[in-house]
């Protein structure tokens, strides 16, 4: 039988039965010694005051679910919103719980949806934009901060991002040291912070620009002279997003000392694996744009080195890690910054090409309904290559379908769609082409650090994860929650799947056919070309026998 105990932050566990009765033996003497147990994750949580930002993202959403589920004994969830397109704080949060990843919720205890708490505020507004009452409520109930606001697109220009990422940070910063009751703040990064690096240890690194100069440059210069130099200052970086999150980290570690903080790492986040619904995918970033894309016919090839391995995170995996990293930071409550890279080096290794071997079994198995044309096409691990197979598989059909369309008096959509796809291409490839390996070994501990029944709850050990399985249900996903495609109507997606790959056949037959046919029907060019060449060559005085005759006798 197995048995532990959580002492000094650490657990005991033994699945013997001798061991057993040392565990309990120690737990006899550590009580009897008048020693306070550290509490499980249940335990430490229940009563907390917890504030988190970015909770209408996909990482928030998985975060904010899963302590409404398995954590429903904290006392309240403040989130940071603001009135969007006309919509109020209050109207979005009611739409927010009304979302498919929180029916496990509204099934088995709807009643916690009660703890949520709304904060009128803005992360890119001085002072967050937040009321003087609810900075003075959250100054003296908040315990714990899960920050994870951001700008995710990769071609923000470099002011949005500095002011979302950087100075937005700043703002949760100062607002966090003058909390009185603050236990941890949990940081959202990413993986892809230093793409300057090969190897990416679990540390804070310096960035290559001072984060508070940045944040000064870009408050007074003008729009036009900082575009022109926006290059230059984010050369370490693929993009401003990465830049922005580099140089955040090292803000975030000013603070240290003054109340306890880690940095989460994730790597590219994907759909949901277990919990709360497998293959629950809410948006088109990264994997989920290429598998819906492509699935519907309109990428046909992109720039990837195939045998480079491809590290992705769950998103159910990435608010587990969350949840333990809060835990373990409150417990131990460290002068310095703790980061954990929440990636799968060493756990999974897929390359690429797997991937897409998977995904291409799976979107033929389980079409969409609304479809372009029959999926089909490949990676390619030379760019000159993909520009080739862009041009005729990408290009020359958007042209083709736009010139039909205005014939017909139609609104033509297809040259603007596939400049947005390649635009999106073109900042995807990037990570597509390049190796990275993370050092892990903070976020593995992280299950050491728990009770079996919390690694249970909270799992983070991704290496029983199906690949195959879960690309089905990715799969699955981006056709119902991204899509809006009913899993009913399945069988008549199959139907026009079979009629899109027929024509898809019949078109490339009839491209060979006419392909072949010019030849065959200019032939005749081609040989009077030919005979035309051959005469030619031989009227030249160096083809003439008397001639070469001539200037051998000479040569001799």
């Keep these: 039988m197995a048995s532990y105990i959580i002492y000094n932050d650490c657990v005991l566990f033994c699945d013997s039965s001798a061991g057993a009765a040392v565990v309990n033996l120690i737990s006899v003497l550590v009580i009897g010694a008048g020693v306070k147990m550290a509490p499980n994750v249940k335990e430490y949580y229940r009563g907390k005051n917890i504030f988190i930002t970015g909770g209408t993202g996909f990482v928030g959403k998985a975060l904010l679910e899963k302590l409404l589920r398995n954590c429903s004994e904290v006392n309240a969830i403040y989130l940071l919103m603001r009135q969007k397109k006309g919509v109020s704080a209050e109207e979005r949060l009611k739409d927010l719980c009304s979302k498919p990843v929180f029916d496990m919720v509204r099934e088995k205890n709807p009643s916690s949806f009660k703890k949520l708490r709304i904060i009128n505020g803005d992360i890119t507004e001085a002072g967050l934009g937040i009321s003087e009452e609810d900075v003075k409520l959250l100054q003296k109930e908040c315990n714990i901060i899960f920050h994870s606001a951001a700008c995710v697109r990769f071609d923000q220009k470099l002011k949005d991002a500095v002011n979302m990422n950087t100075t937005g940070t700043l703002r949760m910063l100062t607002l966090a040291e003058s909390m009185q009751n603050l236990e941890v703040f949990v940081h ?101 744009g290429i598998v819906i894309g492509s699935g519907k016919g309109v990428i046909r090839t992109m720039h990837c080195e195939p045998s480079y391995k491809a590290d992705a995170i769950s998103v159910d995996v990435v608010a587990n890690a969350c949840i333990l990293i809060a835990y373990v930071t409150g417990l131990d409550k460290p002068k310095e910054t703790q980061v954990y890279n929440l990636t799968l080096s060493g756990v999974i290794n897929l390359t690429w090409q797997e991937i897409i071997d998977l995904g291409e079994k799976w979107v033929n198995e389980f079409p969409y309904t609304m479809a372009l044309w029959y999926p089909g096409g490949s990676i390619k691990s030379y760019r000159i290559t993909h520009q080739i197979d862009k041009f005729f598989s990408h290009l020359v059909p958007a042209y083709l379908v736009d010139a039909l369309l205005f014939l017909l008096g139609k609104k033509t959509f297809m040259i603007n769609l596939q400049k947005r796809i390649s635009h999106g291409l073109n900042v995807l490839q990037y990570y597509t082409t390049k190796e990275w390996h993370f050092r892990n070994n903070n976020y593995k501990g992280l299950r050491n650090r728990v009770t079996p029944e919390d690694n249970e709850v909270f799992y983070t050990d991704a290496s029983t994860l199906d690949p195959d399985e879960y690309l089905k249900n990715y799969v699955l996903g981006t056709r119902k929650f991204c899509c809006n495609e009913d899993p009913a109507n399945l069988p008549r997606a199959r139907k026009l799947h079979r009629i899109r790959y027929i024509a898809d056949r019949f078109f490339k037959l009839l491209f060979i056919f006419l392909i072949l046919w010019t030849l065959y029907s200019n032939s005749h060019v081609f040989t009077s070309s030919v005979e035309l060449l051959d005469n030619s060559l031989k009227s030249l005085p160096l083809m003439n026998q008397a001639n070469a005759e001539e200037i051998s006798n000479i040569a001799l």
Excluded: Q
Aim: proline residues 8%; hydrophobic residues 35%.
């Design 188 to 288: 959202l990064s990413t993986a892809y912070c230093r793409c300057d690096l090969d190897v990416l240890e679990e540390k804070v690194y310096t960035a290559v620009h001072k984060p508070r100069k940045i944040m000064d440059i870009v408050e007074w210069m003008d729009d036009e002279t900082l575009a022109y130099l926006e290059p230059k200052i984010i050369s370490s970086e693929p993009n401003t997003y990465s830049y922005t999150k580099a140089i955040t980290e090292d803000l975030v570690n000013e603070y240290s000392g003054k109340f306890p903080i880690a940095i989460a790492r994730p790597s590219i986040v994907t759909a949901v694996w277990k919990e709360p619904i497998p293959g629950w995918v809410d948006n088109l970033n990264g994997p989920t």
